[in-house]
């Protein structure tokens, strides 16, 4: 099945949604017009062959990293002197739209097609909460857990939505571009 | 627990004999864990009740730390997250950040590629054959694995100077080119290897003993399975046929002919023996990449030293000794990755221990735990 017999497939059953502006290199990437969207399409998948659900994850659209604090040398090149024009900037990039949102995704594939569907949704960064899938996936039910830990998303109905791999005094979610770094007893 | 299970315990309780629940921490510093994993068990007598696997030990950030360094820095910290099979973390970056590029490899350094993928394999399940045969008791097979895992690790050592973290494969192709001497010692332990699987075989796999532990144990079927999202041997071990190799090939693995071995009930013996066969393939698919070995360059031109991607997304996954391994990549048109996520094959597939450990009796927890083949460095990233 290539990608575009597909999108027209989902297109027959969920008009409302769209292909995304910038897709995944290679993959059929499509984007959910509200997170009412996604269970009924995940629902949906499931039972025409995409029932593996292979990853899910988020992006924080803010702005680029402030580098300073996380490199100790700005520039690469040690044979520079002291104080030199640093080579290594954190630097936003004019051409490139950045909002303040999270760009949520799941990628299905189906085992027996051999294709890959990634789904994405778009949430305001101060209200990033979107329906669990691990009622559906039980896969789903770790990866969430990840990316509520690391990028502060909540999934509504999760039925153990707690920190996962970042220690429990860690404050704020490391992935978010505007994280700032507490320091701690292990920063000494 | 179940209402019987309950109700017999209060008959006991009638009788004078008094059972409680017992907690029990398994981890992070046991051996059998395979690294740092902390299961929190609640026991009934010999029988699990609860298990909640605790990880987060190994947690370095790497996804955060790739959104400070530039595209070339990023390869040396894909060799931390799976640091006993590196060489398919190097190769799925290096891919996924490729196709941001658009730098089209060349097929000396493919073949490459394909060759220390598969050697790493092998390297891989010689460690998981040793340390299960530990896990369920036979001591003896740890060392004939390691001798040969040694040889292995000496290739790669001989070739990029490193044993474990190799940052072999870069942007845009391989370090260096393989030597015809490399290549000749290549050979030599592709012919010393062949027999050794045999050995394996009735050293391990066939033993009645080892069988008993392992063949009726954890049991997991082809739907739980695929709803799991396990990849890589544990799911093929439950008969669903699924390798990226042949699902979505890359670096030209098209154009070798390869079986996936599956096996039928999932069991503990299932994931083992899929493992075992797996390195079988792994040299004939080395023997066909050497047989056609092209000459040419192994590197493509035009790889910046600072790359700037245009702004783009992509996603480039490839198989990796424990599965399915993924990289998400955003480039907002900067000399660092925007965003990076690992799609870790390890982490993955631990999470149904929460689940199918319940009922399960103690001595068992070794024995599923290590047929999953974990690596704590790649589920904590």
Known sequence: MTSDELFAKIQTQFPKIEKAAVPVKDYLTVRLPAKDALVPLAQWLKSNGFDYLDMLTGTDYLGPVDMKGYIRQSNFNVFLPDGATPEIESAANPAFAYKPVIDLLWSFISIHEKARVIVKLELPREAASAPTLSGLFKTADWQERETFDLLGVTYEGHPNLTKILTPDFLQGHPLRKDYVHIKDRFDE | MSNALAKTYDNDDVAGVRTDQMFINMGPQHPSTHGVLRIGLTVEGEIIVKAVPDIGYLHRGTEKLAEVRNYHHCVVLTDRWDYVSAMPNNLVFCLAAEKLMASKVPPRADALRVIMCELNRIASHLLFFGTYGIDTGAFTPFLYAFREREMVLDLFEMLCGARLTYNYIRLGGVMTDATPEWLGRLKEFIEYFK??????????????????????????????????????????????????????????????????????????????????????????????????????????????????????????????????????????????????????????????????????????VIAVLGSIDIVLGEVDR
């Open chain 2, 195 to 364: 027999p050794r699987l045999d050995e394996y075989d009735t050293l391990l796999s066939f033993n009645p003993i080892f069988m008993a532990r392992t063949k009726d144990v954890g049991r997991l079927s082809a739907e739980e399975a695929v709803n799991w999202g396990l990849s890589g041997p544990n799911l093929r071990a439950s008969g669903v046929n699924y390798d990226v190799r042949k699902h979505d090939p890359y670096c030209g693995y098209e154009n070798y002919d390869f079986e996936v071995p599956l096996g039928e009930s999932g069991s503990c013996w299932d994931r083992y023996f899929c493992r075992v066969r797996e390195m079988r393939q792994s040299v004939k698919i080395i023997e066909q990449a050497l047989a056609k070995l092209p000459e040419g360059p192994t590197m493509a031109m035009g790889v910046a030293k600072i790359p700037k991607p245009a702004p783009g997304e992509s996603y480039a996954h490839v198989e990796a000794s424990r599965g399915e391994l993924g990289i998400y990549l955003v480039s907002d048109g900067g000399i660092s990755p925007f965003r990076m996520h690992v799609r870790a094959p390890s982490f993955v597939n631990l999470a149904m221990l929460e689940e199918k450990l319940v009922g399960m009796k103690v001595a068992d």
